[in-house]
């Protein structure tokens, strides 16, 4: 009797600049990108985001060959936008995508993750604009959304996922929906930070099951209850909260994800399931440790 092969795996893990506590192009604070690099590497992932554009070289020749000798290849690069602004900030949203999605393709990544705007400064949690959209609003998100998935997909055959995202206006479960139910599911797919969904009230297993055509890549996060409690209690913006710690190290926080990437297999689709704990600003000795303990944990859920 012939034993038969194990399937293929379909999930396929990474981690990003943000789980070394990055979030911005050039802070002295920061890790140096070569020994993110170098550590990224050496906790055992084989794949990495660009994380914010300028942090790692932009220059895509010795962007490949600093990956490449360390074993690393890139899932996707990352875009920030106003788009429930409506077409009045279309060329300056392009020229900020351009450049990233070029640099995107040519690591031969194919997906661009499009995180909305935030309603206030998650540094210093000024309210920059209303926490809400109005009905007109929405159709402007709607509309240039899918207007950025099809000119991506035309002009640098990559696809775009939305992130939902703390302090920004696609945020809770309703808000996550509307923008599904509002979009054309062969222009815009879903990023789903399971962290993020869960720091807003979201089921990360009910939106995979009731999604999961529109669920085109994760990130994989957890919350510390008890410390979002808090944070909700005392209305913290983002960063603030982030410098509290309530984006912990798993499987200590929530939701558990086993039960996420048992859903996410079940799709039996290709996906990507990049690790970002949100921890800036960190001590350069903290995240290489946590890295390597939750690469193990997740091989323990079979990824």
């Known amino acids: ?96 995508v351009a450049e990233i999605a070029e640099l995107t393709r040519a690591m031969g990544a194919e997906h661009l993750v499009v995180i909305p705007s935030f309603w206030r400064d998650d540094r210093t949690g000024r309210v920059l604009e209303s926490s809400t959209l109005t009905a007109a609003q929405w159709r402007d998100l709607a509309a240039q959304t899918e207007r950025l998935g099809h000119e991506v997909r035309e002009r640098y055959g990559l696809r775009i996922a939305v992130h939902p995202h703390a302090d920004t206006h696609v945020d809770t479960e309703e808000h996550v929906h509307r923008l599904l139910d509002a979009t054309d599911p062969e222009l815009v797919s879903l990023c789903l930070d399971t962290g993020h969904y869960a720091y807003c009230g979201g089921d990360s297993v009910e939106l995979i099951k009731t999604y999961g055509e529109r669920i085109g890549y994760l990130h994989l996060k957890q919350v510390d209850p008890r410390i979002l409690a808090e944070v909700v ?26 039960p996420v990437l048992a859903a996410a297999r079940a799709l039996d689709v290709d996906l990507f399931a990049i690790v970002e704990q949100d921890m800036y600003p960190c001590p350069p000795d903290r995240p290489l440790p946590i890295a390597r303990r939750t690469r193990r944990f997740l091989r323990s859920c079979g990824v």
Request: hydrophobic share 40%.
């Open 1 to 96: 009797m012939t034993s038969m092969a194990p399937p293929p795996q379909r999930i396929r893990v990474g981690s990003a600049p943000d789980s070394w506590g990055v979030w911005f192009p050039d802070d002295p604070g920061q890790v140096p990108w070569r020994r993110f690099l170098d550590e990224v590497a050496e906790a055992g992932y084989a794949w990495i985001e660009l994380g914010p554009y300028g942090y790692l070289p932009t220059d895509p020749a010795l962007l490949a060959e600093e990956t490449g000798r360390r074993g690393l290849k890139v899932s996707a690069g990352t875009v920030f936008t106003g788009l429930h602004h409506g077409p009045a900030v279309w060329e300056k949203t392009w020229a900020h």
């Open 233 to 258: 209690a005392e209305g913290l913006p983002f960063g603030p909260a982030v410098g509290r710690g309530v984006m912990c190290e798993p499987p200590a926080g929530v939701p558990a994800l086993e």
